[in-house]
């Protein structure tokens, strides 16, 4: 089993639930961070994962247009889709759902939020300002959400 992982991070968070995904699942792992790489090889995967975070409402520019412009072949696949993100609930559910098209929701064999982590120090004034008012924090926050990780994890490797 090959599994294509793609994904895009704004401050780490992303990233950090990649790595732990790439350990966690098993057969061969191709990382691909369309920030750094949009050389995205998906023709040999069997399994294909996609993350990104919200900003504003929105997952990142680079993973709408990737999901756009490969929805034949990701219908193909095996897909999981995740987003980090910091609301929860139904806000944090219409943020998944305008994440990615209709037609891979509709494919995906697993969807989740996985919750989401404000490091302040990473963040540029403007951000930390914005930061302020949406979490009302001045400190750090981890909300991730661990069961949803183990969940969607469980989810992928089930045999179809
Ligand atoms: C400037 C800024 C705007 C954000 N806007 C949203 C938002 O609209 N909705 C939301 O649920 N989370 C929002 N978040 C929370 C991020 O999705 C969360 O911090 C996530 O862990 C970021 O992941 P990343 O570091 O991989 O990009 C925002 C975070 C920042 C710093």
Redesign the pocket.
Known sequence: MKTAIIYM???????KIVKQLASQLSGEIQLYNVRENKQVDIEHSDRVIIGG?????KIQNGIRQFCEENQKNLVTKELGLFI????EGPK?IQ?LKDAYPTMLHKHAKAETIMG???RLQK?NPF?RF??KR?AKTTSDIDKLDRQAFQNFVSAMEKAS
């Open positions: 991070s704004s401050h780490g968070t992303v990233t975070s919200i900003h504003g409402g980090c993100c910091f609301y944090a943020q989401g982590e404000f963040l951000e914005l930061v949406i």
